[in-house]
């Protein structure tokens, strides 16, 4: 996979690579994880996979297209979602997806939308499949997984097979290496101390080099002459 381009596009090609993968070498552990998104979908027609398609009144991050259904998916690398930009997201669906049956939003993130904005969309959800939407379109369905919700499901479902695996391995080691499966409580930072580690314990204090990322995690340990302290 690659580790180039805007982190947030990368994430979000990465994840569209990963699932052509996944439907193309383990087809039955796909259709499993797909129809837990949302039951009922035809998987047997074309399915296509679009980054930042525009649209008449946003950008999703990805849209994924099948026969008779269509997934808006926007990822956020933070914590944020914008009430304002998934409502446009849902004006796309009676705009120009309309004739899908099964409409569903996606959204990905670390650790999940926040339940106030949760709260906001399902209403503005429900607004728009009353007021929109007739039985025979179909009804807008939210799905919100973490990156680590998306990993678990598709280990779930997928039915190891080797080509697979390979490729799901590395998915995995990308989602490990940008920190977006929401670990940093199970890791310990071990830095090292050398003549500060008195002091440093003294006073319950560790000044970072102002030259090394500013990451955080649960725990620190300080290492000196072969010993990591906690």
Avoid: W
Avoid at 77 to 92: A, G, I, R, V
Avoid at 153 to 165: A, L, M, V
Avoid at 183 to 202: D, P, T, V
Wanted: net charge negative.
């Amino acid at each position: 996979f690659p580790r180039y381009h805007t982190k947030e596009n990368m994430i979000t090609s990465t994840i569209s690579h990963m699932l052509e993968m996944f439907e193309i070498l383990d087809e039955k552990g796909f259709y499993g994880f797909m129809r837990s998104l949302c039951p009922g979908m035809d998987l047997n027609s074309e399915i296509c996979y679009e980054l930042q398609k525009k649209g008449k009144s946003s950008v999703p991050d990805a849209v994924i297209h099948g026969g008779d259904f269509v997934i808006l998916e926007e990822t956020k690398l933070d914590t944020y979602f914008s009430p304002k930009q998934l409502e446009n997201h849902l004006k796309l669906f009676y705009d120009e997806y309309f004739n899908k049956r099964y409409k569903v939003l996606l959204t990905l993130s670390v650790k999940g939308i926040s339940e106030d904005v949760k709260r906001e969309l399902d209403k503005k959800i429900s607004e728009v499949n009353n007021r929109f939407l007739k039985p025979e379109d179909g009804y807008i369905l939210h799905k919100d997984l973490t990156f680590k919700s998306l990993i678990e499901s598709i280990e779930e479902y997928k039915s190891n097979k080797k080509g697979f695996d390979f490729i799901f391995e590395d998915f995995k080691s990308l989602f490990r290496e940008e920190f977006l499966l929401n670990e940093r409580e199970f890791i310990l930072n071990a830095q090292a101390a050398g003549g500060s580690m008195e002091k440093n314990k003294e006073l319950s204090l560790f000044y970072f080099p102002d030259t090394k990322a500013n990451i955080s995690y649960k725990y620190l340990g300080l290492y000196k002459e072969k010993n990591i302290k906690i």
